[in-house]
């Protein structure tokens, strides 16, 4: 089964600075997505960024960065001057390409970006 | 678009009572699915279809049950609730394995 695990349960940081949420998956199969959702406190889930397996090149979305780490089954998310408004739980997400599309999520991170 | 919609926002129950979570989504998604999430932890897949006329169990489906009869719809039904079944419970749909887009979640507390 695939587990999906992310260590830091919160993290804070000030306003502008870059911080790092780890995220670490465990698979046996080779082709997969890889997602990090938002989720502030209206609770509404939105994705931040996608990553497709097969694809080395790190997934980028303005402030918002991926280390894809395929062998170390590594999945981190980087925000570049942060804002107040990324204030929110993140949660990292694993889905099959093939087989039961079951999206397998960590337990969160709570970030909490300080004026 | 509307996107998923869910109903009610929130809801309280009575141990042993019934009840109908609505979803809904236009954007003629195939996948569709139910999550529960419950404090300090991740979102748990409950039931999932990949079109009409066909679901499949998730992880915790238990004490839950799901019908897809149209494209649109996938009500996810309690058949009597317990107080475990506390929860918030998000429904989403994609076209498969590509990004699932969520609804705005349900709150429900069974007494």
């Known amino acids: 089964a695939q587990t999906v695990t992310q260590s830091q349960p919160e993290m804070s940081v000030q306003e502008a600075e870059t911080v790092t949420l780890s995220c670490t998956y465990d698979t046996s199969e080779n082709n997969y997505y890889l997602f990090w959702y938002k989720q502030p406190p209206s609770r509404q889930m939105i994705l931040v960024i996608r990553q497709e397996a097969y694809k080395q090149q790190n997934a980028t979305e303005n402030r918002f960065s991926v280390n894809f780490q395929k062998a170390a089954k590594s999945f981190s998310l980087k925000i570049s001057d942060s804002q107040l408004g990324d204030t929110a739980m993140y949660f990292c997400?694993?889905?099959?390409?093939?087989?039961?599309?079951?999206?397998?999520f960590g337990q969160g991170t709570r970030l909490t970006i300080n004026p | 678009n509307a996107g998923v919609t869910q109903t009610p926002k929130f809801q309280v129950l009575k141990t042993g009572q019934s009840m109908t979570l609505q979803c809904a989504q236009d954007m003629n998604h195939e996948y569709m699915s139910w999550y529960r999430q419950d404090p300090g932890m991740g979102l748990r897949l409950i039931h999932y279809s990949v079109g009409a006329g066909i679901t499949d169990q998730g992880e915790v489906p238990n004490g839950y049950n799901v019908s897809r009869s149209t494209t649109e719809d996938f009500p996810l039904r309690l058949l009597s609730a317990a107080p475990s079944q506390t929860s918030v419970y998000f429904c989403?749909?994609?076209?498969?394995?590509?990004?699932?887009?969520f609804g705005p979640g349900t709150r429900l507390l069974v007494l």
């Open positions: 989403a749909s994609s076209y498969g394995w590509e990004t699932q887009y």
């Open positions: 997400a694993f889905i099959l390409i093939q087989g039961a599309q079951k999206l397998v």
